[in-house]
């Protein structure tokens, strides 16, 4: 009991750590980024489990860190995620570089980018490519987006397909202080993505946006994943529901 108090306390304590230095970051870089007409956000997340496109990587905790500069329909973005407690031998650390540029239209947009994943604790990596559209002005917001995996499966690729649906929508609760109840739901189809046959996941989340000043939010949040057909069959992909939870600190400029 002592222990694991401990390690609770150690990644509160270094939770709050990062947050203020990265809080002081954005504040000293606000003036220079908004004269060159560039908007940069940031996030910092914690969740019980690391569950991804319905494969459960990592069954700790996980810290996961995130930060993008955005101009002129380009977006540069870094995105870490690190196993806090290392009770199980998943060594899930991910560090991924995504560059992505998005043209807007008058209800909807159209994205295209390409992901590299780099995984340090097991020396292998991945690429990604992906084309998307989004339609935020109608209702439930929907998006589809298709991904192809062309990394080598010797390497650590995923060599395989991935398209998404998913939906959204924002309900106020307190409109005063902008607090609202955000729902939302995805169905993925996996086609020998990390497995050798065609798969797919539902995955349903509920969760809260609590403005805490102009430019920072806080979401928690509960999902429920749920991996089926050849993700979910023991002799392929051989993953298991779960509820996992969590808390993310946004900022944005």
């Known amino acids: 009991m002592k222990m694991l108090f401990a390690k609770t306390m150690a990644l509160a304590i270094g939770f709050m750590l990062v947050s203020v230095t990265f809080l002081g970051a954005a504040w000293a870089g606000e003036t220079l980024?908004?004269?060159?007409?560039?908007?940069?956000?940031?996030?910092?997340?914690?969740?019980?489990?690391?569950?991804?496109?319905g494969f459960t990587l990592d069954t700790d905790p996980v810290v996961q860190p995130g930060f993008s500069l955005s101009g002129y329909g380009v977006?540069?973005?870094?995105?870490?995620s690190w196993d806090a407690d290392n009770n199980d031998a998943s060594n899930s650390d991910e560090v991924d570089f995504v560059v992505d540029y998005t043209k807007e239209f008058d209800d909807f947009s159209v994205s295209l980018g390409h992901t590299y994943y780099d995984f340090p604790g097991?020396?292998?990596?991945?690429?990604?490519?992906?084309?998307?559209?989004?339609?935020?002005?109608?209702?439930?917001?929907?998006?589809?987006?298709y991904y192809h995996d062309y990394g080598d499966e010797d390497n650590g690729g995923g060599d395989g397909d991935y398209a998404v649906l998913s939906l959204s929508q924002g309900f106020d609760l307190v409109e005063e202080y902008g607090i609202t109840l955000d729902l939302g739901a995805s169905v993925g189809y996996n086609h020998e993505l990390f497995i050798t046959g065609d798969g797919g996941d539902f995955l349903g989340s509920i969760g809260l946006t609590v403005p805490l000043t102009e430019n920072l939010t806080m979401c928690p949040s509960v999902n429920y994943a749920v991996p089926f057909s050849d993700l979910s069959d023991s002799n392929d992909g051989n993953q298991d529901n779960r509820f996992y939870a969590g808390v993310s600190l946004g900022y944005s400029f």
């Open 122 to 145: 097991s020396s292998l990596y991945s690429r990604e490519f992906y084309l998307g559209i989004a339609m935020s002005d109608f209702p439930l917001s929907p998006s589809l987006t």
């Open 75 to 80: 977006t540069a973005s870094f995105w870490g």
């Open 33 to 53: 980024l908004s004269e060159l007409d560039i908007e940069a956000s940031g996030s910092l997340d914690v969740y019980n489990r690391y569950v991804w496109r």
